[in-house]
């Protein structure tokens, strides 16, 4: 079983819309969670990093922990076309590790 | 914000050839330091740990006598690819983690290095 798990996708939403996105984990003793975006050809950059069980905001961005059922899933309203990129799912233990990355196309 | 400059941005070379490739922390200390590659289409994975004044810490399936690492001081790190191949041709990314650099800091990343071996 892979360390982080995320749908590739594609993930298709209209402009406006919320994208939903997805990340489950193996290591139920895990405590820190990040999202990074990463755009084609460039290095990831942080979007949010969530330690605590619920909802956090951002901007338009709102991490959500679970650790019971194990997963963190990040929610993109208002989704705009420079939303388009692939969104890393990052996981904590002694090291970081990373799962495959749902791309997000936003359609104007 | 905490920077990471890498650098170079890319390069090309030639097989057989070695490559280093430099990160630095800008605006913090980093006592330790990630190498990531990461394929075309496929994730980041770590390739070894980089620890200031000690030796780093690879991970399973990284040759260490191939991928060779320096931290020789808080805010630099490198990364010497040696006879190079081209299967090495790849995506190399730091990263470092500011504060104490233990525990839930968030990792910041360089702009990574674009590494083709002809």
């Known amino acids: 079983q892979k360390e982080v798990e995320q749908n590739s996708g594609p993930l298709s939403v209209p402009e406006g819309a919320i994208a939903s996105l997805n990340c489950t984990y193996s290591?139920?003793?895990?405590?820190?969670f990040f999202w990074y975006r990463q755009y084609s050809g460039k290095s990831p950059e942080l979007i949010m990093f969530i330690y605590s069980n619920g909802d956090k905001e951002d901007g338009r961005f709102t991490a959500q922990l679970n650790k019971a059922s194990q997963y963190v899933s990040l929610l993109i309203r208002d989704s705009q076309p420079s939303d388009s990129a692939t969104y890393l799912c990052a996981v904590l233990d002694y090291k970081l590790s990373f799962g495959a990355g749902t791309t997000v196309t936003v359609r104007a | 914000g905490a920077v990471v400059s890498q650098h170079p941005s890319w390069v090309i070379c030639k097989s057989g050839t070695s490559v280093k490739i430099e990160c630095r922390s800008l605006d913090f200390q980093a006592t330790t330091m990630f190498w990531y590659r990461q394929f075309p289409k496929q994730s980041l994975m770590l390739m070894a740990t980089s620890n200031e004044g000690s030796k780093a810490t690879y991970e399973q399936g990284v040759e260490k006598d191939k991928f060779l690492i320096n931290h020789a001081s808080l805010t630099l790190s490198t990364l010497t690819v040696t006879s190079a191949h081209p299967e090495d041709s790849s995506f190399y990314i730091c990263s470092a983690r500011e504060g104490s650099g233990t525990g839930d800091s968030p990792l910041h990343f360089g702009n990574g290095t674009r590494l083709t071996v002809t």
């Open positions: 290591d139920r003793g895990s405590q820190s």
